[in-house]
Nanobody, 131 residues
Framework: EVQIVESGGGLVQDGGSLRLSCAASGFTFDDYAIGWFRQAPGKGREGVACISSNDGSTYYADSVKGRFTISRDNAKNTVYLQMNSLKPEDTAVYYC????????????????????????WGQGTQVTVSS
């Protein structure tokens, strides 16, 4: 069974930093691209950063370029999202997801990041940035 668990969220002041972790199990971690998404109150879920399975290439949303860094440690089956210079508009629930490798399933959220679709989600971790 695939399990994805996010951690590291919390309350931080404007300009502060946080590091989110995404621990995964139940599949061959090295073979999957992993993405971080976020959903702010009243808004849709959006891709923030994602990292490929093969060469470790990364993609970032324009809103976080230069501030966020995604990385992966395949030995630990974990992906990290280092978030610096946080802003109040970064406040959201942050979700980790694995790439979709099978046909779409009705009722399952399916979103793209960097040209890859993701459909297996964790429960999310809340990030709140106070002004």
């Amino acid at each position: 069974e695939v399990q994805i668990v996010e951690s590291g969220g919390g309350l931080v002041q404007d300009g502060g930093s946080l590091r989110l972790s995404c621990a995964a199990s139940g599949f061959t971690f090295d073979d999957y691209a992993i993405g971080w998404f976020r959903q702010a109150p009243g808004k849709g879920r959006e891709g923030v950063a994602c990292i490929s399975s093969n060469d470790g290439s990364t993609y970032y949303a324009d809103s976080v370029k230069g501030r966020f860094t995604i990385s992966r440690d395949n030995a630990k089956n974990t992906v990290y999202l280092q978030m610096n210079s946080l802003k109040p508009e970064d406040t959201a629930v942050y979700y980790c997801a694995t790439e979709r490798t099978t046909a779409r399933v009705m009722g399952v959220i399916n979103l793209a990041c960097g040209g890859i679709e993701y459909d297996n989600w964790g429960q999310g971790t809340q990030v709140t940035v106070s002004s």
